[in-house]
């Protein structure tokens, strides 16, 4: 059992007494696919929009929960490249709403000492939003110990294109060989290079896929599942997450620990 001490700066959840959880590790990068605003919304008769405003609320108190656990990287896919298919009233009150919210809160999570990054494609994206998130970025550059990565017009696939296209340019340049192409060369390409592999993949409001999130930087994540919808899911359910990520055997590919499980071919 951990008794985790306030960080001054993060501010304490209202009424839920001391903070403390059992666990054996905490993941370093969690990543989380904020899902179902728009469910919750209707459940409460409110229009979509109402839903995406509620996320703001679950994302702070979220951010807060992940300092006091010790992870260290936090991604939060908030635009996907498919999300353009929505309706065009919808995609202008995300544009302008993520535009809002990251002016409002980047004073407030730069003394929470978080270092903002934005992962995501140019193209599509509203010029004052990559200003939003530029400016966010270059205002907390200097934070070290948490990072928040923005995935705002992002998608996995585009995000392995793009480094295919930058690594192809390279070859044409004369700078590389194709032969030399290796998994740390296409990792370096990536929108971030050194944001380190996921841990933990949390989706909330019960869908159970990926959705093109961090195709490259899931390989060997584990997934969770969590039926509350975003605007529902809080610091509290995030500690549940890492609870349950603690119990878990990660192998990758190699084998289970045990004589117990020999079989007949050793
Ligand atoms: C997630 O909630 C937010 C974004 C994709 C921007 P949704 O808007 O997908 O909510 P549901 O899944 O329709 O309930
Ligand atoms: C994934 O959710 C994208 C974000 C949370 C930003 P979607 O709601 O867009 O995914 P699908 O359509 O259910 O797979
Ligand atoms: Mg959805």
Known sequence: MTTFVPKAAVP?????????FSHTNVPRHIAIIMDGNGRWANAHGLPRSAGHQAGETALMDTIAGAIEAGVTHLSVYAFSTENWKRSPSEVRFLMGYSREVLRRRRDELNKWGVRIR???RTPRLWRSVIKELQEAEALTRHNRE?????CVNYGGRAELADAMERIGERIEAGELKAKAITE??????????DL????????????QRISNFLLWQCAYSELMYVPEPWPE???????RCIENYGARDRRFGGAVDTVATATSDT
Do not use: C
């Open 184 to 193: 740390q060369t296409i990792a370096r390409h990536l929108y971030i290079p």
């Open 233 to 239: 899911f809080d610091r509290h359910t995030l500690w």
């Open 12 to 20: 304490q959840p209202q009424g839920k007494g001391i903070i403390s």
């Open 118 to 120: 934005w992962s995501g």
């Open 146 to 150: 948490f990072t928040l990565v923005m």
């Open 196 to 207: 380190p592999e996921v841990d933990l993949l949390i989706r909330t409001s019960g869908e």
